[in-house]
């Protein structure tokens, strides 16, 4: 029988951000549970939920000081457990979000390392080095050096992210053991899978500046799916920021034991300038957006698998970013058709299904995340001007994905009956879910449908896939699959333009002008996209 999650369209869950249900301004879990209904209805099989557990929030839970126990302000162990039931009655499985690449500093394995511990100091990567010489010049991505130096060790810790997130040491068998277990006590809980944050990072060999992919990192993935994974349907999602078509079978192919996906991030890319940061900006270019998502579709291997989004909590929303805010409805739902009729597993990131967009600010006092606030003072050393930079950060910063869920009109959007933690955004009256769920033209109904076709229809899994020539602003392709044809097509832009289908049309499947497609010359409005099923070529 075919993987379960081959088949499913999964949701990414901000918990922060979702749903509060006791009036303190921060999501929680009997929230989610509140909600459940909802992601029934929209048809998603599995909740990819990013950290729950205790953390000090330096980077917002992806900070973990206890893998073993919930974050009080999400709710307790035993919420935890009700959540992965009623979603397990439900059909949802819960993907827990396992940062194990580092801790946070307030992990006690860090806390006794500090103070001296050997057994501990083993546990991450500790290197001598004077106060004024680091070690080497690896870089954090959130500024500044990887290296940290701890006056009471004279020696540096080792962190590639915050300094509050020093990495493991996962040449340490110790620590291996530790991770495993951890595994396999959410796995003892019922959990549907793991997301693995930065898994790819796992294999670093510092002193050779050897970051991503190290020589140890398959090694490691195969003991992980020895000790916790084999004989299980657990599924293993690996966020692997530069995996390639060609090197993504080496942690998916199922002979090879390791994950059951990867998550890469290829097409986020193409919106900054190549070689420089996130935030060098470059507007997107349509060729280069068709040619890396095709090259995904045609050059890996059958037997590989991938995962298909726009959006998560570190990216900006997608409506805002390569939609169209004057079409929001149109744009919104072409993006979904497009990524969704290609083969890999689709993920939907919250509010995504009814267009949620960027929060455009106007200082940094508004700015929550460590990474835009790293940024912004950075930039500001520099001597740059204040106004580019929150430019930079209007467009790519990582707090647009995480304002509140907005599920009604009320003051704060339905999101709790308080001050939320982070603001609302100011469009909440217009973009809400009981207003999406009212509409029946609401992008929402664009993903429900989007999720059934591909319960029912293998040539979504299967076919292969064809780009055809156009011009640069339709996106069109066709998939393949046991003398069955489909062909997708989207006026990627704001003015409407002519296309002519290869061959006759035999059913309309789907159009997000509610049209249905009889002649070969279409004249397609903005941002006008559909699929239909072709006659083949002897019919
Ligand atoms: O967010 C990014 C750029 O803005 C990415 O480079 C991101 O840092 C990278 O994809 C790793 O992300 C994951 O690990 C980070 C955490 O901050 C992210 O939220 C998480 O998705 C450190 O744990
Ligand atoms: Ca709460």
């Not at 000090?56 to 307790?76: A, K, L």
């Not at 050096?145 to 110790?174: C, G, I, M």
Request: a negative charge; hydrophobic letters at 35%.
């Amino acid at each position: 029988m075919e993987k379960w999650w081959k088949k499913s369209v999964f949701y990414q869950i901000y918990p922060r951000s979702f749903q509060d249900s006791n009036k303190d301004g921060i999501g929680d879990l009997p929230g989610i549970i509140k909600r459940l209904p909802y992601l029934k209805k929209l048809g998603i099989k599995g909740i990819w939920l990013s950290p729950v557990f205790k953390s000090p929030n330096v980077d917002n839970g992806y900070d973990v000081s206890d893998y073993c126990s919930i974050m009080p302000e999400f709710g307790t162990m035993r919420d935890m457990e009700q959540l992965i039931n009623e979603a397990k009655k439900l059909n949802i499985r819960i993907i827990m979000d396992l940062v194990l690449n580092h801790t946070s500093n307030e992990h006690i394995w860090f806390k006794k390392a500090l103070a001296g511990d050997k057994k501990y100091k083993n546990y991450y990567i500790f290197k001598d080095g004077s106060k004024d010489y680091a070690p080497n010049d690896i870089k954090s991505f959130f500024g500044g050096s990887a290296w940290e130096y701890v006056p009471t060790l004279k020696q540096y810790y080792f962190h590639l992210f915050a300094k509050e997130q020093p990495d493991l040491n996962w040449d340490n068998p110790q620590v291996r053991e530790e991770a495993w277990n951890i595994m396999r006590f959410w796995k003892e809980k019922g959990v549907g899978g793991f997301r693995l944050d930065v898994i790819e990072l796992i294999g670093k060999v510092p002193e050779d500046l050897i970051i991503g992919d190290g020589p140890m990192l398959h090694p490691y993935l195969q003991e992980m799916h020895e000790n916790v994974l084999k004989g299980t349907d657990l599924v293993t999602i690996g966020e692997t920021g530069s995996v390639t078509p060609l090197t993504a079978p080496l942690y998916t192919s199922p002979n090879r034991q390791e994950l059951s996906m990867v998550f890469q991030f290829q097409h986020m890319a193409l919106d900054e300038i190549a070689g420089k940061s996130k935030w060098d900006l470059k507007d997107l270019n349509i060729t280069e957006l068709k040619t890396v998502l095709s090259k995904w579709q045609t050059d890996l291997p059958m037997d590989a698998w991938n995962s298909l989004f726009w959006s998560n909590h570190d990216q900006p929303r997608i409506l805002s970013r390569w939609g169209d805010e004057d079409y929001p409805e149109q744009s919104g739902k072409m993006l979904a058709i497009l990524i969704h009729m290609m083969r890999g597993t689709p993920f939907i990131y919250q509010g995504e299904e009814i267009g949620m967009v960027n929060q455009n600010i106007d200082d940094v006092s508004e700015l929550n995340d460590l990474e835009s606030i790293n940024f912004y003072n950075e930039q500001v050393a520099l001597g740059k001007s204040k106004k580019d930079i929150l430019v930079s950060i209007n467009t790519k910063g990582r707090d647009n994905a995480r304002t509140p869920m907005q599920w009604s009109e009320d003051k704060f959007a339905g999101f709790s009956d308080v001050k939320p933690w982070y603001p609302v955004n100011k469009n909440l009256k217009k973009i809400n879910v009981a207003a999406a769920l009212k509409d029946p033209n609401s992008i929402f109904y664009t993903y429900q449908k989007l999720i059934q076709l591909r319960n029912e229809n293998n040539i979504i899994l299967y076919g292969t896939y064809t780009l055809l020539h156009t011009e640069e602003t339709i996106f069109a392709y066709t998939r393949e699959y046991n003398e069955e044809e489909w062909l997708v097509c989207g006026n990627f832009s704001n003015k409407s333009q002519k296309f002519v289908l290869p061959k006759a049309v035999k059913k309309t499947i789907l159009s997000n002008y509610n049209k249905i497609y009889n002649d070969k010359l279409l004249t397609l409005e903005p941002y006008e996209t559909f699929v239909v099923s072709l006659v083949a070529n002897k019919e």
